[in-house]
């Protein structure tokens, strides 16, 4: 008879939300870090029927039934084992993968449980390297130089590889574990001059999934020039992959829920064991070196509602957060942002200025897209091409929200941050929503375990970045027709640069409003293709790209300085429109002083005289 395969099984448990499945079938609500609800397997008229989404089971205090996602559909429902696990695997979209059972199938679940062995072996090895090992005495030199001391060490499981693989593989010999075992865990490799360690003079990492088994490593070299690789972790096994395992999470799911559903991501395993052991922040997660992906996010959408990124103060950190970002986001948890000072990282933070410094970056930490909005801005300062080009691409970032009441209140935040008119802002963002969902999907190119190890750890060439889509912005219809009578009339071009000092408002307003003041600096000739390219050139990519929405070719007009006149006139009532969309933005955005709010709505009352009096 067929039966599902066991990395299925897992990987359907593992899509299971209790409070979703749960939810589905009752009416729960929330109760502190849990919820609750009256039991539905026996009457009841006070509920004692509670969901743990830490430890994502249920149990009801009244008649003593509880389990997992699972259990439950197969009590509600009355259905067998198998039966309930493919109801949940619809549910969350799982394709299930059978087999039959078969000495092949055994032999697999075997293999499975025998690496998780060998894995638990080797931990077990490697930390008693690190302790007792003379050996081992630059690791224990690093780790005091990172402050990690024995407590930290044994608390982790923290240890050494040596060069010599001998004694552990005498070791696991004695367990019954011959060198076909070690190379299907990955301890062992296989190349041309035969068996070699994997990990040689590395402090180790043990890896463990949700349940708390030993599943693969991380290694990180130790001596200088022995391996570019500065990570080295687990190929990939029948018990070990990759972009499904956070480090810590077996750990913090617990404090994950106490800390009122709220997760922190931290770039790096040094980092998680500075959160948990030396700041008491143990809701901390990191990946393995590799980006987040929609797994990561997916798993942490079970035990948490809200992400604290804690990267690196620097460049580099803020990129990888915003990678962080999309994923989490898009799998639909409030995403907010630590500060960290430049070249701090949690760890160095923590040395540098106590634990205390940390905390309190992560307990003032605001929504990404604020903070980000900041860094933006505060870089492109001076520069009007620059502002406007953040336009779309906090826009951009502001799509991958999937709650519309969420990603509503970000949009508003945004407009009054960037200065521009809310509707404006509100449309970019859904025309980038719009496209996505009528994009054709790239097709997903596979990479071996292999080649992404060797990547691991290697800083790759920064001018060969990866190829982006240049998204246009969204030119406002007023300033688009300003831009388009001055692309194709000479007379217009000095009618409008003889208007230049009452064009501000509307050039600092509206959308495209840098590129109309680009153009009256340049001035290309109408209908003279190198000219314009020559104007195009001088514009950032979202800008160049907005200018097939306009056509330079020439046009004669009977009355340019007529035609002028009431182009502007609009514009400069869509400019006030716009600056009543600015104020109600920050009205709508809350976190104003009594007096603040009386000023805006002065303002914004007078503006509305100025436009009925037009």
Excluded at 299 to 304: G, V
Excluded at 482 to 498: F, M, R, Y
Aim: charged fraction near 25%; include cysteine.
């Amino acid at each position: 008879m067929p039966r599902i395969t066991e990395e299925c099984v897992a990987r359907i448990k593992d899509s299971a939300d209790v409070v979703d499945i749960v939810g589905r079938y009752v009416q729960l609500r929330r109760a502190g870090n849990a919820w609750k609800a009256c039991c539905p397997f026996h009457n009841e008229k006070t509920p004692s029927f509670s969901v743990n989404p830490a430890r994502q089971t249920f149990k009801c205090f009244g008649c003593g039934v509880g389990g997992d996602a699972v259990k439950f559909i197969m009590m509600f429902e009355n259905l067998d084992y198998p039966t309930a696990l493919r109801r949940v695997a619809d549910i969350n979209g799982i394709p299930v993968i059978e087999e039959e059972e078969n000495p092949e199938a055994a032999r697999r679940r075997w293999l499975r449980s025998r690496v998780i062995a060998a894995n638990t072996l080797a931990a077990d090895f490697y930390h008693r390297q690190l302790c007792r090992s003379r050996e081992a005495n630059h690791v224990r030199a690093y780790l005091k130089e990172r402050d990690i001391n024995i407590d930290i060490a044994k608390a982790w499981q923290l240890g050494w590889a040596p060069p010599d693989f001998t004694t552990l593989q005498q070791q696991a010999a004695a367990a019954d574990m011959d060198n076909r075992l070690l190379l299907e865990a990955n301890l062992l490799g296989n190349g041309s001059r035969g068996n070699y360690p994997v990990f040689r003079d590395r402090l180790m990492f043990p890896i463990h999934n949700v349940r708390g088994e030993v599943v693969g490593f991380s290694g990180r070299v130790m001596a200088e020039g022995q391996d570019p690789r500065k990570y080295v972790n687990t190929a990939e096994t029948v018990a070990f992959r990759k972009g499904e395992l956070l480090f810590g999470l077996f750990k913090a799911t617990g404090p994950i829920a106490k800390a009122s559903m709220t997760v922190v991501v931290c770039e790096g395993q040094l980092d998680v064991i500075a959160c948990h052991e030396k700041a008491e922040v143990r809701n901390a997660v990191a990946g393995l070196g590799t980006a987040f992906t929609d797994e990561h996010a997916a798993m942490l959408k079970k035990y948490a509602k809200r992400a604290v990124l804690c990267y690196d103060g620097d460049n580099a950190g803020i990129k990888a957060s915003e990678k962080t970002y999309r994923k989490l986001a898009a799998a639909g948890l409030e995403v907010y942002m630590a500060t960290l000072p430049p070249g701090e990282d949690p760890d160095s933070l923590i040395k540098a200025r106590g634990a205390e410094a940390l905390q309190q970056a992560i307990a003032e930490a605001r929504p990404y897209l604020e903070v980000r909005a900041g860094i933006e801005m505060q870089a492109a300062t001076g520069d009007a091409n620059a502002r406007a080009a953040l336009i779309p691409r906090l826009a951009d970032l502001a799509a991958e929200i999937t709650d519309p009441i969420r990603r509503g209140v970000a949009v508003t935040d945004l407009a009054s941050r960037l200065n521009t008119g809310l509707d404006d802002m509100r449309l970019t963002v859904e025309e980038i929503i719009r496209s996505r969902k009528n994009a054709p999907k790239s097709p997903q190119v596979d990479i071996y375990p292999e080649q992404e190890e060797m990547l691991d750890g290697i800083e790759q060439p920064s001018n060969f970045p990866p190829p982006q889509k240049v998204r246009p912005i969204r030119l406002h219809p007023g300033m688009r027709d300003l831009i388009n009578l001055a692309a194709s009339n000479s007379a217009v071009q000095q009618a409008l640069v003889e208007r230049i000092e009452e064009l501000q408002e509307p050039i600092s307003l509206l959308a495209g409003g840098s590129v109309l003041q680009r153009l009256l600096e340049v001035l290309p000739t109408p209908g003279n293709n190198d000219s314009w390219q020559t104007f195009a050139n001088t514009l950032p990519p979202e800008q160049a790209a907005a200018l097939a929405q306009v056509s330079n070719t020439p046009q004669d007009l009977c009355d340019p300085i007529t035609t002028v006149e009431q182009a502007c006139s609009r514009a400069a009532r869509e400019a006030v429109k716009a600056r009543i969309d600015i104020i109600k933005a920050r009205i709508n955005s809350g976190n104003l002083t009594a007096e603040e709010f009386g000023q805006l709505s002065m303002q914004a009352t007078e503006l509305h005289r100025m436009l009925n009096q037009n």
